[in-house]
Each structure stands twice: as structure tokens, then as C-alpha cells.
């Protein structure tokens, strides 16, 4: 029998959007901030030479700067002040996880609640200033190495790259948590995703193009685009996909009544930290294999020539290093999303038990047991829908853009966008029932 909530998304319709002004003006706030975004993208620091970098990316669009110049929007090759993105906060989110699932001070923040959070995020906020400081110093480096610098003083240039990329950095993040407060979906990820769906039709076009001029034939661009569909279809069945867990309540009597028992069930995702995983790989492997090959280009040594080849995507040292950040993260985010302790007290306090399972202790290993399965699950889809396609793409020479990462990216926040806007259609419903009630209570 569907649900209360199921009937409420199954009726809305333009004319309930129309009603619901908060959720307009939390959708046309999150419009203009991703507008606002898209135009800093634009906007270089100065000191560039723009002949000698679009050289230098033009002739290294297939490797990893590529991909994360698709995370940036094109950012990274236009040298604009949005360059570094929001890649920092996510390494510094990263950072102070690992911390708060170690050390104790930490620790104890995360158990203070509302207030311990905001400390929290107030030690990621600056770890992401320092983290910019860092690679905005050695990306000025790796650009005068590379000869792409107009300026005369390369002393002012690293202090004007440094100054402009952090606030760029800073502003980027800024941003994106107006848009998680007062807009619609996860700030990040939604800056993530527009960067990248803004490089998506340019991709494709380059795909025709190189067919109509025989680079590709149009066997590989129909196995291409069929490739692209399966992969869309495999990611929504996964992250759609549930182990639900079936939940007896016994009667009970509170008060003067009688409560009949009735059966629920456990929910648990498949996939439960969604597109986090691949992002985290990249942040981490992204900037320094740019450095790296930045490096590389200016003869520096052998060894640092063999590391950029070694880390360029389709490689076995870079497939294999990205294959095991994403089941290591995956495993890593899954720990910290889930707490089967808390879940089998809860349980046990409001007389729910699963079949089978003694209350309290063995419930808790028994949730353990089946979210440890699910993780492996979760971690080798990931693995695959990331990696299968990199070959592809280094043999094909397919743009990055139709990548498993980047149809995960853009897939997993639509679906996650469009559940917070359904979410904040039925509050609006909610309420309009609400206040139909008191009226009538009135009359």
C-alpha cells in the first residue's frame, strides 16, 4: 500500500509548484549562485600567458589536467580565479573526518551536536585555506616552469596567484554552502556537477566532429552513446536499490490502548555515500598529478617524466591507485554514515526486534554483518563504473566528459535534487493540510 508521502509526490502537479513560493525562491536562488559561478569561471588572475597555455592544453586535454579541468568548468585551462574549484574543501572535509574518527577532542566535538558541527566546519574552513595556500604556491610554480607567464617578477606572480586563487577558492565555497542553506540540493556537488555538465555538449560536438572527419567511426560513436544509456540505467537502478530489513513490533499498551503489532523495515541503500567516493579519489589524485605533468613539460628529470606518465588516466599505476581510493573511501564513508550500535538501541527502546535476531548486541553485529557485505558491493560497482570506462576513453580517445565518473557525478545529484524538491513539496502540502485542519477546527 503506497505511503501518505508516495500519494502526495504521485498529485503534485505545476499548479501545487506554482503555490509552493518557498520552494520558487529557493530554486531561483540556486539558479543565480550556479550563474554567478559559471561567470567566475571566466574571469583569469593576472600575469597569464594565454598563447603558451592553450598550447599546453590543447596538447594534454586527454589526461588527468583534463579531467580536471572538466571538474573545474574549464576553469583550470582559462587560469580564471574559480581554478582550484571547491577541490580543496573537499580535501579538508576529508581531513578532518579522518580526524574526527580518531582523535579525541574531535571526537568529543561530534558528539556536542548543532554547536560541535559548526566548530567542526570551522576547522575545515580553515583547512581549506591552507590546503589553497599550498596549491596555489605550486601551481604558480609549475606555471612558470612552464614558460606560460607574461609577468616580469615571478616573486609578484607567485604572491598574485596565490592571493587571487585563494579568494577565488574561498568565494567557490561560500557559495556553495549558500546554496545547501538557502537553495536547493548539496552546494558542492551541484558546482561539481554544473562545471561538468557545462563541458558536455562541447564534448559530444568534438565526438561528431572527429567522425565526420574519420577519426572515429561511427561503429565506436553509436557504442559510445549506447555505452553512456547502460551506464545512466546502472547507476539509477544502484542508487535507487535497497536491502530492506524486516522490523516486528509486538502489541503493546500505552496508557489506556492497545497497540496492535504491526511490521516495518530497515531501509539501507546499497550505495549509501552516493557519488562522495569517486569525488574524493579525484580531489586527492587530481592536483598533484597536475603539478606533476606541469613539471614534467619543463624537463625537470627522468623521474618526474616517468610520474606523469605513470599517473595519466588509463595507465596501471593511475587505474590502480584511483580503484583503491574509491573502495577505500567508500568503505571509509560508509563507517561514518551508518552507526548500527545507535540504530539496535533505538530499536530495542521502542520494542522493534529483527526475526531471529536477539535485541540489542546481536542486532547491532547482525546490521554490522549486512552493512559490511553491502559496502562491497557498493565499493566494486563503484570501482567498475569508474574504471571500466577510463580504458575506453585512453583507447577510443573519447572525451572525459562521457566517463563513469562524470555520469555518476551528474546523475546522483539530479536524483538527490530532485528528492529535496519533492521532499519540500510535501512539506508545502503538509502545511496546506495543516492549515485546512485549524480553520475548520475554528468554524
Not at 554567478?36 to 588572475?45: A, C, E, M, Q, S
Not at 585555506?129 to 609549475?142: E, N, R, S
Not at 612558470?144 to 592571493?163: E, H, N
Not at 524486516?246 to 500505552?254: A, D, E, G, N
Amino acid at each position: 500500500m503506497a505511503s501518505l508521502s508516495d500519494k502526495m509526490v504521485s498529485n503534485m502537479n505545476f499548479s501545487a509548484f506554482s503555490k509552493a513560493k518557498d520552494l520558487q525562491a529557493r530554486l531561483l536562488f540556486t539558479l543565480m549562485a550556479l550563474i554567478i559561478f559559471r561567470l567566475g569561471t571566466y574571469v583569469p588572475f593576472p600575469g597569464i600567458n594565454p598563447t603558451v597555455l592553450s598550447d599546453f592544453f590543447s596538447n594534454n586535454s586527454g589526461g588527468l589536467l583534463g579531467m580536471f579541468n572538466a571538474f573545474t568548468g574549464g576553469a583550470l585551462s582559462r587560469m580564471s580565479i574559480f581554478a582550484l574549484n571547491i577541490m580543496p574543501y573537499i580535501s579538508a572535509s576529508i581531513i578532518v573526518q579522518l580526524g574526527a574518527s580518531v582523535i579525541p577532542s574531535l571526537i568529543a566535538l561530534k558528539k556536542e551536536g548543532e554547536s560541535g558541527m559548526r566548530k567542526i566546519n570551522q576547522y575545515t574552513r580553515w583547512g581549506t585555506v591552507v590546503i589553497t595556500l599550498f596549491q596555489a604556491f605550486f601551481m604558480a610554480q609549475a606555471l612558470l616552469a612552464a614558460g606560460a607567464v607574461s609577468m616580469p617578477s615571478s616573486s609578484m606572480f607567485t604572491l598574485t596567484t596565490v592571493v587571487s586563487l585563494l579568494g577565488g577558492t574561498m568565494f567557490v565555497v561560500w557559495l556553495g554552502e549558500q546554496i545547501t542553506a538557502r537553495g536547493v540540493g548539496n552546494g558542492a556537488s551541484l558546482l561539481i556537477m554544473t562545471g561538468i555538465v557545462s563541458g558536455i555538449p562541447g564534448a559530444i560536438a568534438r565526438v561528431f566532429e572527429e567522425n565526420r572527419t574519420g577519426a572515429l567511426s561511427t561503429g565506436v560513436v553509436l557504442g559510445v552513446l549506447a555505452m553512456a544509456f547502460a551506464l545512466i540505467y546502472v547507476i539509477v537502478m544502484f542508487e535507487r536499490a535497497q536491502r530492506r530489513i524486516v522490523v516486528h513490533y509486538p502489541k503493546r499498551q500505552m496508557g489506556n490502548r492497545m497497540m496492535q503489532g504491526m511490521n516495518s523495515h530497515l531501509p539501507l541503500k546499497i550505495n549509501p555515500t552516493g557519488v562522495m567516493p569517486p569525488i574524493f579519489a579525484s580531489a586527492l589524485l587530481a592536483v598533484p598529478v597536475a603539478i606533476v605533468q606541469f613539471s614534467s613539460k619543463n624537463g625537470t628529470s627522468d623521474f618526474m617524466n616517468k610520474l606523469a606518465v605513470w599517473l595519466t588516466p588509463g595507465h596501471g599505476v593511475y587505474v590502480a591507485l584511483f580503484a583503491l581510493l574509491i573502495a577505500g573511501f567508500t568503505f571509509f564513508y560508509t563507517n561514518l554514515q551508518s552507526n548500527p550500535n545507535e540504530t539496535a538501541e533505538n530499536l530495542k527502546k521502542q520494542g522493534g526486534f529483527v526475526a531471529g535476531i536477539r535485541p540489542g548486541k546481536n542486532t547491532a553485529d547482525y546490521l554490522k554483518y549486512v552493512i559490511f557485505r553491502l559496502t562491497w558491493l557498493a565499493a566494486f560497482y563503484l570501482v567498475l563504473l569508474c574504471i571500466l570506462p577510463e580504458f575506453l576513453i585512453a583507447t577510443m580517445q573519447v572525451p572525459f566528459f562521457l566517463g563513469g565518473t562524470t555520469l555518476l557525478i551528474v546523475v546522483s545529484v539530479i536524483m538527490d535534487t530532485v528528492t529535496q524538491i519533492q521532499s519540500h513539496m510535501i512539506a508545502h502540502q503538509y502545511e496546506g493540510l495543516i492549515k485546512k485542519a485549524k480553520l475548520k477546527g475554528k468554524l
